[in-house]
């Protein structure tokens, strides 16, 4: 086998085809945050940046700008879609802490909510569900990003609504699920 494989190695010598392990170690992912820093460093600013609809998109007699402001406008909304589509892509890494160890979840304590070590152990024992939900936010994303790209405010409110709920599905299932 061994030899088999050095000599397929010799025949595509130069297309870098013989060191794949290396190179799958090298691309291979690094956790380094919790889920929470997630969410607080690049889930709710992208979600808050593709919901920073211009002054003249929500009102017809407001500010009228020149093309190239609304461009750029409609380019920082799609930047936050972009974004917010991908942070899924983080919360869904194996072996990703939910909440760094000490520290309390958000409104640890009140009626309704999990503390940290039983979101964590919920989130391990019901990981499809986890991984729905944030696929859900995953599909809401790209739907903004797709009426931004249609210029649609109206599809845009849409989608944006769709965020909105995807989160809250979330955060009611693994953080607050008895909340009122
Ligand atoms: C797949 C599940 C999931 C989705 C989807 C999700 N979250 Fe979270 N979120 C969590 C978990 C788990 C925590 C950790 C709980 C905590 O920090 O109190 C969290 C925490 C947060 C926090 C930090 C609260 C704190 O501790 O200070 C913010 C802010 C937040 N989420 C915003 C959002 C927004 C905005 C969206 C949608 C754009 C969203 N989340 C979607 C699971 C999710």
Same mark, same amino acid.
């Given at each position: 086998? #061994?030899?088999?494989?050095?000599?397929?190695?010799?025949?595509?010598?130069?297309?870098?085809?013989?060191?794949?392990?290396?190179?799958?170690?090298?691309s291979a992912p690094t956790r380094i945050?919790?889920?929470?820093?997630?969410?607080?460093?690049?889930?709710?600013?992208?979600?808050?940046?593709?919901?920073?609809?211009?002054?003249?998109?929500?009102?017809?007699?407001?500010?009228?700008?020149?093309?190239?402001?609304?461009?750029?406008?409609?380019? $920082?909304?799609?930047?936050?879609?972009?974004?917010?589509?991908?942070?899924?892509n983080l919360?869904?890494m194996e072996?990703?802490?939910?909440?760094?160890?000490?520290? @309390?979840?958000?409104?640890?304590?009140?009626?309704?909510?999990?503390?940290?070590?039983?979101?964590?152990?919920?989130?391990?024992?019901? #990981?499809?569900?986890?991984?729905?939900? $944030? #696929?859900?936010?995953?599909?809401?994303?790209?739907?903004?990003?797709?009426?931004?790209? @249609?210029?649609?405010?109206?599809?845009?409110?849409?989608?944006?609504?769709?965020?909105?709920?995807?989160?809250?599905?979330?955060? @009611?299932?693994?953080?607050?699920?008895?909340?009122?």
């Amino acid at each position: 086998m #061994r030899l088999q494989f050095l000599a397929a190695c010799a025949v595509l010598a130069g297309l870098a085809a013989c060191s794949p392990k290396p190179a799958d170690t090298a691309s291979a992912p690094t956790r380094i945050y919790s889920v929470q820093e997630v969410m607080k460093a690049v889930v709710a600013p992208s979600s808050a940046a593709v919901w920073k609809s211009p002054e003249w998109m929500n009102n017809p007699d407001g500010p009228q700008p020149d093309a190239k402001t609304k461009e750029a406008d409609w380019q $920082a909304l799609r930047a936050g879609g972009v974004a917010l589509a991908e942070s899924t892509n983080l919360l869904v890494m194996e072996g990703r802490l939910t909440v760094q160890p000490g520290v @309390k979840l958000e409104g640890e304590g009140q009626q309704g909510n999990l503390t940290a070590v039983e979101m964590d152990a919920k989130i391990k024992a019901n #990981r499809p569900q986890f991984i729905k939900h $944030a #696929r859900a936010l995953q599909d809401a994303a790209r739907e903004t990003v797709v009426a931004i790209d @249609k210029r649609s405010p109206d599809a845009l409110l849409e989608a944006g609504g769709k965020v909105d709920e995807a989160c809250e599905a979330c955060h @009611k299932a693994f953080w607050y699920p008895g909340a009122p």
